[in-house]
T-cell receptor
Framework: EAQVTQNPRYLITVTGKKLTVTCSQN?????MSWYRQDPGLGLRQIYY???????DKGDVPEGYKVSRKEKRNFPLILESPSPNQTSLYFC????????????FGPGTRLTVL | QKEVEQNSGPLSVPEGAIASLNCTYS??????FFWYRQYSGKSPELIMF????GDKEDGRFTAQLNKASQYVSLLIRDSQPSDSATYLC????????????FGRGTSLIVHP
């Protein structure tokens, strides 16, 4: 089954404690992205990757890091989380950015206290 | 700042009616446009995409694109209560980057 998986699905942490949210896709897609979704603000892209070792900033990259060492995996790293990073996070992948859908993971709900 | 504007709604229609969802975008360089449906607490899922001016039909759904007016719409015919969700419009820029701009979504309620 074609899918994007994310872990953990829910996470409550404290300010400053480093965390990683994993993302994996089994569709051999080149493009992967991380988004955050906040009430009233919609989906905003954090980082994206067009292939292995190729990553770039999206609209809201501050406070986040990513890496793409393997095609299937695209982890999101928060080295020093702050309360304003409390949000719903989605990982997504696509084969073609113009003519193919993005497949979204189930989401990770992060709370930073 | 690239923007995609949608009326937040809620848009309320009776079962069996046509629901019309609209979206305007600011970046004339946008190349493709996607409509996603998102149920509360779930991830977005594709309804359809369009990149040429005109209409594109898929079952009960029709997407319309007017690049001169920078306007995209989604029509849902024979609306069902199961269509009740938030609909997200996304614009994909041309060029080397891949930073989709999403609208904030329109909430659709289809009442029996």
């Amino acid at each position: 089954e074609a899918q994007v998986t994310q872990n953990p699905r829910y996470l409550i942490t404290v300010t400053g404690k480093k965390l990683t949210v994993t993302c994996s896709q089994n569709m051999n897609h080149e493009y992967m992205s991380w988004y955050r979704q906040d009430p009233g603000l919609g989906l905003r892209q954090i980082y994206y990757s067009m292939n292995v070792e190729v990553t770039d900033k999206g609209d809201v990259p501050e406070g986040y890091k990513v890496s793409r060492k393997e095609k299937r995996n695209f982890p999101l790293i928060l080295e020093s989380p702050s309360p304003n990073q409390t949000s719903l996070y989605f990982c997504a992948s696509t084969r073609d950015r113009f003519t193919d859908t993005q497949y979204f993971g189930p989401g990770t709900r992060l709370t930073v206290l | 700042q690239k923007e995609v504007e949608q009326n937040s709604g809620p848009l309320s229609v009776p079962e069996g009616a046509i629901a019309s969802l609209n979206c305007t975008y600011s970046d004339r360089g946008s190349q493709s446009f996607f409509w996603y449906r998102q149920y509360s607490g779930k991830s977005p899922e594709l309804i359809m995409f369009i990149y040429s001016n005109g209409d594109k039909e898929d079952g009960r759904f029709t997407a319309q694109l007017n690049k001169a007016s920078q306007y995209v719409s989604l029509l849902i015919r024979d609306s069902q209560p199961s269509d009740s969700a938030t609909y997200l419009c996304a614009a994909i820029p041309s060029g080397g980057s891949y930073i989709p701009t999403f609208g904030r979504g329109t909430s659709l309620i289809v009442h029996p």
